[in-house]
């Protein structure tokens, strides 16, 4: 019983957290431009103006789809492990349950989006599908890699091996494997220029074309609580994790910025480009950083 | 780089040596000529135009001439090897404006026609949709481009413009612009700054 | 293609309802999205109140892609009949609470081209329209002057035109069908 209240609060730690970080970004991306940007505080009024509003259904199969994919999203929240002592269910952070349950929230999307009728809709699934088709392979080797260093695939072991001593953070162990997940996590996070399956001019936001009101308040908060999920996996499987909340927020506020940055100054990539990207060069990394660390056993 | 009054000159040698007699000709400046002929003669001039390297046609319209009872043809043809612009122009009836369609010669004349349709009422036999609407939707009065429909007529009786009272500026009973003014401009003063002082 | 699922609603009646609304109204008028309609000229004085020197993100304003996900129907410029009845269709399209800025004074009462055949003459017939930011063209600074508007206007509920549309619709269309003829658009990609 513990458990599930544990989870509660660390799925609802985990969106406030990407909710402020982000509305933090946005300032930050503002005074880059030399404006001021919106207070912190803004993506969480977004979220509330959207679920204040009437709202259109096109059938029972647009709602329930949206609430299928948020509740699939929140129990996948529910496991993750914020600092080595706060688990919300000893054993079960498998790093495989994690890439099950991301397919649930896309699955659900697809079915709300093409229950809506819209091109538009079924052209941006279709890429979106196609993104996740390419980022997850260079992903999947270089984290069986460190599942093969470390011999287990627990995340709370995964971080405790890289705290200890003599061993270094996997960004700094396997450099190759590092850049792999860095591009890895901006293709998972839809950012620039990975943004194919949005678009917002282009196709008319793409799956999220005929949502309004409710339905698109919570998809944004299925959004935020999917780049919590994405961007802590990358913090403990390639940073080290987090023995203390402090140090978990520092880091995670630091990957989400250095990402957004590196997005800002990138145009949008068609999706054919974005499939021969990931199929070149960080699938070649990938394989070579695997060969490495495991046959040759160069591990820095 | 040939001199453009040579090919003026080449314009002028093809039409005589080909059967067309021009009623008119009239040349406009250094890159521009113009001539008139008879409605026949239309296809002939034509061909012969894009054969010798015309083979652009920039524009196809109309003139409306209600005084004379005709409405004028022009075509304007373009060379990009010896640059001038050739106007063809030639008068036809006004009460029932027919002309065969060009787009055996000029495959791109199609929406030009559909456009002198709507806008003058000309026919266009040979065109297979010369009549399909291509600009106004749900057009129910005289071809608009006709001097004899007045624009601002219809817009009164279609759409009713706004009647302003006799006295619409309100007096201010208490005097208060000043402080409302002053109001304003210090909102405006917040919004070009960003909350900080000029 | 009729406008897809519109149905007179009946608006707030309760007085529970009323507090609710209040603090969505808070929400509401800190964060809201637009359509750039982008009819006419006035458009182009868009891009200056979005960019680095008049910036709107800050009052929370941003630009939305689509009809459905937007709360201002921003009407910059003259319309003609043709665009006049898909942008009657875009506003029937739009979630509630919704709102209408129109930008210039073509709206107002035709501009320069009050006299033309294609134009019309008063968007208020055909439309419900919240703040009209007057000029040819305004000023960035007058734009924004017209949001905060529009703003004050959400917290003291005077921007009510979604409600009056329910309330006078028979009148609405009446005023459509004189002008526009019928409603259904009839071009070579709706049939």
Redesign the interface.
Known sequence: MTGILVGIGVAFFGFVLQTSVSGVNRKIVGRLQKRHGPRWYQEFLDIFKLLSKRSVSHGWIFDFGVIMALGGIIATAMFMPITTSIVAFEGYDNFFIYVYLLAIGMLGMAMSASGSGNPWASIGVMRALTTMLAYEVPFLIVALTIINLTDASSLTEIMLYQQAAGHQWFLIALPLGGIVGVLALMGMLGKKPFETFIAPAEIASGPMVEYGGKQLGMLMILHEITAFIEVSLFVHLFLGGASSIPEYLLKYFAVYTVVNLISNVNGRFKIDQVVVFFYKWPLLMSVAQAIIAIYFGWVI | MTNSTNNIEAVDTIIENSQVTPLLRDEIDQYQVAYEIQKGDIHTTLSLLKNAGWIQLSYLSAIDWPEENKMELIYILFNWEQPVYVQIRSKIDRRKPEVPSIIQIFPGAKYYEREAHEFFGIDFPGNPDFD??LI???W??IP?LRKD?D??S???K?????TYPDQFSKKDPDNKTREKQTE?EK??NK??T?GGKR | MLSTKYTKKDVVKTKTDRKWWEIGDYFRRNSLWMLMYCTGCCAIELPPAMTAAYDMERLGMGPMATPRQADILLVSGYLSPKTLRRLVYTYEQMSEPRYVVALGSCPINGGIYHDSHVVINQLDQYVPVDVYVGGCMPNPESLLNGFVDLMEGIKNKTADGWKRYHEHYEWYKENQKHSLGELIIHDEFHE
């Open positions: 399909k609407q106004l939707e749900n129910d009065d608009p429909f624009p601002s219809y817009s009164k279609k759409f009713p413009s706004r304003r909102r405006a919004l070009r960003g």
